[in-house]
């Protein structure tokens, strides 16, 4: 078996794969509906493959890297080859494959048609190469994916994605023009001697690795004190001061002393860069201002994905004994996913009290024949984070060991949630309400603190 | 509870990770003041079992009793008289070692803060550090500041110096010495690193596939096994020689090197005399005694089978 073939095999042998498989099964899907749901011409229907390449790039240059940040790498025999073999061989079918919707673009000629799919390659492709070249050069790549839905949001809001489409269509030819230098110079960073000798060993967290505790640990370990550089003096005296001072006030060996100990842990570096997660609020109160009440509403949804940061499962899960029993453990653990959800809908309420003035300020921004205009947030979507986050961390909880799966399930309960949103938006419409809103929390509130207990008093604390 | 009452009673206990049994119906008590090393190769059972005591696993079968209160039901006041130090060393990264030195103290109102300001100047501790920096051996030094540092009655060290250089190790070692002289401090450390582990233990318990197959004290074990080197006086040595019980037996013209199992140095010296020759008795190192008891017994259920 040829080395290349060897690494092809990579595309169905690991598991972790199957999840981005899904995803993009998931985004053809709506790429494909979006298309024949609304076959209109020059508005972007059709890109939505084109800018999914740069996905598939950065797929295809971490499974590579993953090989090539392995001590051993270096000395595979040929192995220099076969990075850019298998990332052109990947580029070039998914490309090829993604440029053939544009086979059934309406309104060209057969030859006009062939120009076009050419083009639509190309384009494709200079996402692929992107994809690929940002994968390489981040120390973890995985960060850009949470990214690319603000960045696609944002394109959406510019019309990018009909620029685009119109730039394929009414500009092949420069686009071509662009996307082979494009090519050529990765090519030309692929092809470099030095790519092995440069990535062996190096500090690098791909997409699997990105769920992986232990893995992460070793690559901050790896990459030594910088990332704790930037903490500086947090947490700030006053807040270590104040939650240490709580908890000498509590009695000894009380459980209002360990939960103090447990709110310290969870909060005490959001508390000490207040100022930057009130700046982090404005940003979103202006982003969510122009991108209207659909956004909104999806982006409510954000909070679940980020479950993993939160600390709950460090105050339930852990082998750093302190005085504090399994008890303790459980009503701690309650306590700081009470307030960490009371501390998400605040700052959905700041965001939506921060639009307001800011409504009155903004300008509406005229772009290229529409105009974006901004309007104060509204505070429909605020209990969505009440009632998913309970059952976000109850799959997290149960599923501790595999985050990978947890983030599987998250994402797999978003979706649910919308195509019943969507599927069945009227017959919600019409028991939508704060009694609904109240019932659904109340319950899903219930569910986490009954599993939630269940693992306190039952299960092992600690991973083997 | 008299201090001749175990503080950890384990009886029947079986823990199972899927199809791996990682305990086999373990049986063990701890009493008070004693120093246990735990023996055992990786996946021998070692963690699962110092786990099981403090209540971060729960058995499937059987029972756990830690200072009279069942494992699962630990709470604050048994657990203050508990300290651990694990072989992963999972700490809060993002504080500075002065701040979670600070926040562990916060939990014990009998925190030694001279205990804490020694250890800190002996190991060269960098309290503006942060934890999630620490190379592993400096991490190990600030586990095991924060798992000595409220002076406990049952000190649990699951590799405590596994990634200590050998001036650190020295340095554990020394602190090791001056907890145990505190009365009733009761310590069980599980180690590869015998040479230093049989420096400070009183108690030696072995186990192998999650089973304890040695429970006894390093006296008791110190004079099951010997070394003789034998020397002839005249001649060379006999082809037969009379000793009872020998395990391995390494021999040229004129000298022996035997290990026995069994044999009072008294029987050995007359034993010797009988056939001519000068038996000079060495103690076993703990490393030699462990590889010895673990083969016996893979025999013996090699021949059971």
Same mark, same amino acid.
């Given at each position: 078996?040829?080395?290349?073939l060897?690494?092809?095999?990579?595309?169905?042998?690991r598991r972790?794969?199957?999840?981005?498989?899904?995803?993009?099964?998931?985004s053809?899907w709506?790429?494909?509906?979006?298309?024949?749901g609304?076959?209109a011409?020059?508005r972007?229907k059709f890109? /939505?493959?084109?800018?999914l390449a740069?996905?598939?790039?950065?797929?295809?240059a971490?499974i590579q890297?993953?090989?090539?940040?392995k001590p *051993?790498?270096?000395?595979l @025999?040929?192995?220099?080859?076969?990075?850019?073999?298998?990332?052109?061989?990947? /580029?070039?079918?998914?490309?090829?494959?993604?440029?053939?919707l544009?086979?059934f673009?309406?309104?060209?000629?057969p030859?006009?048609r062939l120009?076009?799919l050419?083009?639509?390659?190309?384009a494709?492709l200079?996402?692929y190469s992107?994809?690929?070249?940002?994968?390489?050069?981040?120390?973890?790549?995985?960060?850009l994916?949470?990214?690319?839905?603000?960045a696609?949001?944002?394109?959406?809001?510019?019309?990018?994605?009909?620029?685009?489409?119109?730039?394929?269509?009414l500009?092949p030819?420069?686009?071509?023009?662009v996307?082979?230098?494009?090519?050529?110079?990765?090519?030309?960073?692929?092809n470099?001697?030095?790519?092995a000798?440069?990535?062996?060993?190096?500090?690098?967290?791909?997409?699997?690795?990105?769920?992986?505790p232990?893995?992460?640990?070793?690559?901050?370990q790896?990459?030594g004190a910088?990332?704790?550089?930037?903490?500086k003096?947090?947490?700030?005296p006053?807040?270590e001061? *104040?939650?240490?001072g709580?908890m000498?006030r509590?009695?000894?060996?009380?459980?209002?002393?360990?939960?103090?100990g447990?709110?310290?842990?969870?909060?005490?570096?959001? &508390?000490?860069?207040?100022?930057?997660?009130?700046?982090?609020?404005?940003?979103?109160?202006?982003?969510?201002g122009?991108a209207?009440?659909g956004?909104w509403a999806m982006?409510?949804?954000?909070?679940?994905?980020?479950?993993?940061a939160f600390?709950?499962?460090?105050?339930?899960?852990?082998?750093?004994?302190?005085?504090g /029993?399994r008890?303790?453990?459980?009503a701690?653990?309650?306590?700081v996913?009470i &307030?960490?959800? /009371?501390?998400?809908?605040?700052?959905?309420? &700041?965001?939506?009290?921060?639009?307001i @003035?800011l409504a009155?300020?903004?300008?509406? &921004?005229?772009?290229?024949g529409?105009?974006?205009?901004?309007?104060a947030?509204?505070l429909?979507?605020f209990?969505?984070?009440?009632?998913?986050?309970?059952?976000?961390?109850v799959i997290?909880?149960i *599923?501790y060991r595999? @985050?990978?799966?947890?983030?599987v399930?998250?994402?797999?309960?978003?979706?649910?949630?919308?195509?019943?949103?969507?599927?069945?938006?009227?017959?919600l419409a019409?028991i939508a309400?704060?009694?609904?809103a109240?019932?659904?929390?109340?319950?899903?509130?219930?569910?986490?603190?009954?599993?939630?207990?269940?693992i306190?008093?039952?299960?092992?604390?600690?991973?083997? | 509870?008299?201090?001749?009452?175990?503080?950890v009673?384990?009886?029947? #206990?079986s823990?199972?990770f899927g199809?791996?049994?990682?305990?086999d119906?373990v049986d063990l008590?701890v009493?008070p003041?004693?120093?246990?090393g735990?023996?055992g190769?990786?996946g021998?059972g070692?963690?699962?079992l110092?786990?099981?005591i403090?209540?971060?696993?729960?058995?499937?079968?059987?029972?756990v009793?830690?200072?009279?209160?069942?494992?699962?039901d630990?709470?604050?006041?048994?657990?203050?008289?508990?300290?651990?130090?694990h072989?992963?060393?999972?700490?809060?990264?993002w504080?500075?070692?002065?701040?979670?030195?600070?926040y562990?103290a916060?939990?014990?109102?009998?925190?030694?803060?001279?205990?804490?300001?020694r250890?800190i100047?002996?190991?060269?501790?960098?309290?503006?550090?942060r934890?999630?920096?620490?190379s592993?051996?400096e991490?190990?030094k600030?586990?095991?500041?924060?798992?000595v540092?409220?002076?406990?009655?049952?000190?649990?060290l699951?590799?405590p110096?596994?990634?200590l250089?050998?001036?650190?190790?020295a340095?554990?070692l020394?602190?090791?010495l001056?907890?145990?002289?505190?009365?009733?401090?009761?310590?069980?450390?599980?180690?590869?690193?015998?040479s230093?582990v049989?420096? #400070?233990?009183?108690?030696? #318990?072995?186990?192998?596939?999650?089973?304890?197959?040695?429970d006894?004290?390093?006296?008791d074990?110190?004079?099951?096994?010997?070394?003789i080197?034998?020397?002839?006086?005249?001649?060379?040595?006999?082809?037969?020689l009379?000793?009872?019980?020998?395990?391995?037996?390494?021999?040229?013209?004129?000298?022996a090197l035997?290990t026995v199992?069994?044999q009072?140095?008294?029987?050995?010296e007359?034993?010797?005399q009988a056939?001519d020759?000068?038996?000079?008795?060495?103690?076993l190192?703990?490393?030699?005694i462990?590889?010895?008891?673990?083969?016996?017994k893979?025999q013996h259920?090699?021949?059971q089978?």
């Amino acid at each position: 078996m040829c080395i290349l073939l060897a690494n092809l095999k990579h595309l169905y042998q690991r598991r972790g794969l199957w999840l981005a498989y899904v995803l993009l099964a998931f985004s053809i899907w709506v790429s494909i509906i979006v298309w024949v749901g609304e076959p209109a011409v020059l508005r972007g229907k059709f890109i /939505g493959l084109i800018v999914l390449a740069s996905l598939v790039g950065m797929l295809a240059a971490v499974i590579q890297m993953e090989i090539l940040a392995k001590p *051993f790498a270096f000395c595979l @025999p040929g192995h220099r080859q076969t990075v850019k073999s298998f990332i052109f061989t990947v /580029g070039v079918v998914t490309n090829l494959a993604s440029a053939a919707l544009f086979l059934f673009y309406p309104g060209l000629f057969p030859g006009e048609r062939l120009v076009v799919l050419c083009s639509a390659f190309f384009a494709g492709l200079i996402f692929y190469s992107a994809g690929v070249w940002l994968a390489f050069r981040l120390s973890q790549p995985a960060v850009l994916v949470g990214l690319l839905v603000f960045a696609m949001l944002g394109a959406r809001l510019l019309n990018l994605h009909g620029l685009l489409e119109q730039a394929i269509i009414l500009y092949p030819v420069q686009v071509i023009a662009v996307g082979l230098p494009c090519l050529w110079a990765l090519w030309i960073y692929l092809n470099d001697a030095n790519l092995a000798r440069r990535n062996c060993l190096r500090p690098w967290i791909g997409f699997g690795d990105a769920f992986d505790p232990e893995r992460l640990r070793k690559f901050q370990q790896a990459r030594g004190a910088d990332p704790w550089k930037r903490l500086k003096d947090h947490p700030r005296p006053w807040v270590e001061d *104040f939650f240490l001072g709580r908890m000498s006030r509590g009695g000894p060996f009380s459980m209002a002393r360990f939960l103090w100990g447990s709110l310290y842990i969870s909060f005490a570096i959001p &508390i000490s860069r207040s100022r930057n997660v009130l700046v982090l609020a404005l940003f979103i109160a202006i982003f969510l201002g122009y991108a209207g009440p659909g956004m909104w509403a999806m982006l409510a949804f954000v909070p679940l994905l980020l479950v993993q940061a939160f600390a709950s499962r460090q105050v339930l899960y852990s082998t750093m004994l302190t005085a504090g /029993g399994r008890a303790e453990r459980y009503a701690s653990t309650l306590a700081v996913a009470i &307030i960490t959800a /009371g501390l998400l809908v605040l700052l959905i309420g &700041i965001i939506a009290a921060m639009s307001i @003035p800011l409504a009155a300020v903004i300008p509406d &921004i005229p772009v290229r024949g529409f105009t974006l205009a901004y309007r104060a947030v509204g505070l429909d979507a605020f209990y969505v984070p009440l009632v998913f986050l309970p059952l976000a961390w109850v799959i997290q909880l149960i *599923f501790y060991r595999r @985050p990978v799966l947890v983030i599987v399930m998250l994402l797999a309960l978003i979706y649910l949630a919308m195509i019943v949103g969507i599927t069945f938006g009227k017959e919600l419409a019409a028991i939508a309400g704060p009694g609904t809103a109240v019932a659904l929390a109340v319950v899903s509130w219930l569910i986490f603190a009954s599993r939630t207990h269940r693992i306190a008093v039952r299960r092992d604390l600690v991973r083997r | 509870m008299s201090s001749d009452n175990p503080i950890v009673e384990m009886s029947k #206990v079986s823990k199972w990770f899927g199809a791996t049994r990682a305990l086999d119906d373990v049986d063990l008590a701890v009493h008070p003041g004693r120093i246990i090393g735990l023996l055992g190769a990786i996946g021998a059972g070692k963690s699962t079992l110092l786990r099981s005591i403090i209540g971060l696993y729960l058995p499937d079968d059987g029972r756990v009793v830690t200072f009279g209160c069942p494992a699962r039901d630990l709470g604050p006041q048994e657990l203050a008289r508990i300290g651990y130090v694990h072989q992963e060393g999972e700490m809060l990264n993002w504080m500075t070692v002065g701040q979670l030195v600070r926040y562990v103290a916060a939990y014990y109102p009998n925190w030694n803060k001279d205990l804490e300001q020694r250890y800190i100047s002996d190991f060269g501790i960098n309290l503006q550090a942060r934890v999630g920096s620490l190379s592993p051996g400096e991490r190990q030094k600030v586990a095991i500041l924060i798992a000595v540092g409220f002076e406990p009655e049952l000190l649990i060290l699951d590799e405590p110096a596994s990634a200590l250089d050998p001036i650190a190790r020295a340095r554990f070692l020394d602190l090791l010495l001056e907890l145990i002289q505190t009365e009733g401090r009761t310590i069980v450390i599980s180690s590869h690193i015998l040479s230093d582990v049989e420096k #400070v233990i009183d108690h030696v #318990v072995i186990m192998d596939h999650g089973r304890i197959i040695r429970d006894s004290s390093f006296d008791d074990l110190r004079e099951e096994f010997s070394r003789i080197r034998l020397t002839a006086l005249h001649g060379p040595l006999p082809a037969q020689l009379p000793f009872t019980g020998i395990i391995q037996c390494q021999r040229s013209d004129g000298e022996a090197l035997l290990t026995v199992r069994h044999q009072s140095p008294d029987c050995i010296e007359q034993q010797a005399q009988a056939i001519d020759c000068e038996a000079e008795i060495q103690p076993l190192p703990l490393e030699d005694i462990y590889r010895l008891v673990v083969e016996s017994k893979s025999q013996h259920r090699a021949d059971q089978r």
